[in-house]
């Protein structure tokens, strides 16, 4: 018999690897600040604590965003889209710094025609948030 508690997770299409993507975007300003995966066990924490976690395919493992950092993720809306195999989470960013390069979004590139400019400056050095 299925877990009540966990029936909810059926409506994901998890890819081969057990994963689904996952887009955290500002609940507020609606930029897209990053994309990450997501395994059963942190989509449930993710739920269950209203705060992103992430599953690492390089470190393999889940995490909590700002774990180390401290540029955590308040989750205000989850989100599943109509085939099941991507989940929005509308947040509010810690720090307003989303990427591990110390910018406020992955997304600083953009597309200008014949090469990517980055258009986004840095907010905090890497260095100082990681202490590497």
Same mark, same amino acid.
């Not at 507020?28 to 705060?51: C, D, H, I, K, S």
């Given at each position: 018999m !299925?877990?009540?508690q966990t029936a909810w997770l059926d409506a994901?299409?998890?890819n081969? /690897?057990?994963?689904?993507?996952?887009?955290?975007?500002?609940?507020?300003?609606l930029r897209v600040l990053m994309v990450a995966w997501m395994n059963a066990e942190a989509?449930? !924490?993710t739920a269950a604590t209203g705060f992103?976690?992430?599953?690492?395919r390089s470190? /393999?493992?889940?995490?909590?965003k700002g774990e180390e950092s401290g540029h955590t993720q308040k989750v205000h809306q989850l989100r599943l889209d109509c085939d099941g195999d991507a989940v929005v989470m509308l947040i509010e960013q810690a720090?307003?710094?989303?990427?591990?390069?110390?910018?406020e979004s992955c997304f600083y590139r953009v597309w200008n025609g014949s090469g990517w400019e980055v258009v986004d400056a840095v907010i905090k050095d890497e260095a100082a948030i990681y202490g590497k």
């Amino acid at each position: 018999m !299925q877990n009540q508690q966990t029936a909810w997770l059926d409506a994901v299409k998890w890819n081969e /690897q057990g994963l689904v993507c996952a887009i955290a975007q500002d609940a507020q300003t609606l930029r897209v600040l990053m994309v990450a995966w997501m395994n059963a066990e942190a989509l449930q !924490q993710t739920a269950a604590t209203g705060f992103a976690h992430y599953y690492s395919r390089s470190r /393999q493992k889940q995490w909590m965003k700002g774990e180390e950092s401290g540029h955590t993720q308040k989750v205000h809306q989850l989100r599943l889209d109509c085939d099941g195999d991507a989940v929005v989470m509308l947040i509010e960013q810690a720090g307003g710094i989303a990427c591990h390069t110390g910018r406020e979004s992955c997304f600083y590139r953009v597309w200008n025609g014949s090469g990517w400019e980055v258009v986004d400056a840095v907010i905090k050095d890497e260095a100082a948030i990681y202490g590497k």
